[in-house]
């Protein structure tokens, strides 16, 4: 069975700090791994998309590494703004259809 | 074009009374997947639909649970004799079918059963 824990559980950082939050999964054997972000009493925004053949993808300030082998990823955000303060969520795509979640790193970014 | 929508937004209910929740995914999404959130629980697959079809309806946690889905589009899922553990968030989320495609969600219904 498919476990994802994510590590650290609550983080907090002054303004334009960088800052890594990590994701590991007992089962290497992945279609993808999804990392999301959520709001206060809000739905799943999908950040980045990493097929298990791909190493790494960015978008903006956002960097997501994937190291199958290890069963590891990592989200690097740059810059850090209050505005990225939310839960981001890793979650890995095993078999069928599913997604299986970690739970979640709560990031808060001071002013 | 729009994204997964989802209704109703909240919804209170008795213990013992059914419900319905209702998603409708981003048109041309072919799979259609319903997640659970709640306090302590975490994010929790309930089932995937595959056009009409439900190949996976393994994270359903009762038999009180069911859900539909019509015309590769809309989905609705039932809760009968809602109970106090019933309440949480309920998500939606549509992708493209294949599995390699990435998972789109809705925002969510809060159920609060009393």
């Known amino acids: 069975k498919q476990e994802v824990t994510q590590i650290p559980a609550a983080l907090s950082v002054p303004e334009g700090e960088n800052l890594v939050l990590n994701c590991s999964f007992t089962?290497?054997?992945?279609?993808?791994l999804q990392w999301f972000r959520q709001d206060p009493g809000k739905g799943l925004t999908s950040l980045l998309l990493?097929?298990?053949?791909?190493r790494e993808q960015t978008s903006g300030r956002l960097n997501a590494s994937l190291d199958k082998s290890s069963g590891r990823s990592t989200l690097y955000i740059a810059a850090s703004q209050p505005g990225d303060s939310a839960t981001y969520l890793c979650?890995?795509?095993?078999?069928?259809?599913?997604?299986?979640f970690g739970e979640g790193t709560q990031l808060t970014v001071n002013p | 074009g729009a994204g997964v929508s989802q209704s109703p937004s909240n919804k209170v209910t008795e213990k013992g009374k059914d419900v319905e929740l209702r998603c409708d995914p981003i048109?041309?999404?072919?799979?259609l997947y319903w997640y659970r959130q709640s306090l302590g629980q975490g994010l929790e697959f309930l089932i995937y639909?595959?056009?009409?079809?439900?190949?996976?309806k393994s994270g359903l946690p009762s038999d009180r649970f069911s859900a539909e889905r019509t015309g590769g589009s809309v989905s609705t899922l039932t809760i009968q004799r809602t109970q106090q553990e019933d309440s949480a968030v309920y998500l939606c989320?549509?992708?493209?079918?294949?599995?390699?495609?990435?998972?789109?969600f809705g925002p969510g219904t809060r159920l609060t059963v009393t």
């Open positions: 979650a890995v795509k095993t078999s069928g259809s599913r997604l299986t």
């Open positions: 048109s041309g999404h072919t799979a």
């Open positions: 989320a549509s992708s493209l079918g294949d599995r390699l495609g990435e998972q789109y």
């Open positions: 990493i097929q298990s053949s791909q």
């Open positions: 639909f595959q056009g009409n079809s439900a190949p996976d």
């Open positions: 089962d290497s054997a992945i279609y993808n």
